[in-house]
């Protein structure tokens, strides 16, 4: 299984449409639905810094994300929307409870 985050800061301009450009990611993986994958990104309390955690578990080891055009159209212009650039680091998960949809009631 291979984990990462990604986090950067759009300029003041960008913060809008960066979001649009990632609720279309989400909504082209609601429709694909690619097995063993799981994103969630959260947008900081400035407004403008974004945090994006991927976890994939596929036969390949690629990422299915990156074959698709919503986020191809996402990266296309990330460093031109940037104040921060992106940065990529890859996790360990330890343990968690309730926070990706498991455990809940």
Do not use: W
Request: aromatic share 8%; glycine share 8%; with cysteine.
């Amino acid at each position: 299984m291979t984990q990462h985050m990604v986090r950067y800061t759009v300029k003041p301009d960008q913060g809008a449409q960066n979001e649009e450009l990632i609720r279309d990611a989400l909504a082209e993986l609601e429709r694909v639905r690619p097995v063993g994958f799981r994103y969630v990104v959260f947008k900081l309390d400035d407004g403008l810094s974004f945090v994006h955690f991927i976890s994939h578990d596929t036969d390949t080891g690629r990422n299915p994300m990156r074959e698709l055009p919503a986020l191809q159209a996402f990266h296309a212009g990330i460093r031109e929307r940037c104040d921060v650039a992106p940065v990529r680091t890859m996790l360990s998960e330890v343990g968690s409870y309730g926070m990706f949809g498991e455990g809940k009631r």
